[in-house]
């Protein structure tokens, strides 16, 4: 879990908590506020969730290119022996 999307998780939370405090109360500016910050939230966590699957796919290439290179090296030290 990445920076951004404990952040977003937080904004969430609050904006529901703040949202369901104004609706309570009567309050439409804090119900506002609440359902902007929880929509900032989602957003900022869905961003994280983008990052995040784009650090693993690069992960992911770098390690499928250690093994290619690993396999060939392998093949070729075969040819050189045999």
């Known amino acids: ?5 404990v952040e977003g998780k937080v904004k969430d939370v609050a904006g529901r908590v703040e949202r369901q405090a104004g609706e309570w109360t009567g309050n439409k500016e804090a119900e ?7 929509a900032e939230g989602k957003v900022q ?8 699957a784009g ?6 290439a ?3 290119n250690t093994a290619k290179e690993n396999e060939a ?3 070729d030290q075969q040819r050189k022996a045999g």
């Open 62 to 64: 770098k390690t499928d």
């Open 73 to 75: 090296e392998r093949e």
């Open 1 to 5: 879990m990445n920076k951004d999307q």
């Open 32 to 38: 506002i506020r609440g359902t902007a910050k929880q």
């Open 45 to 52: 966590n869905a961003w994280g969730d983008a990052k995040d």
């Open 55 to 60: 650090q693993k796919a690069v992960d992911k």
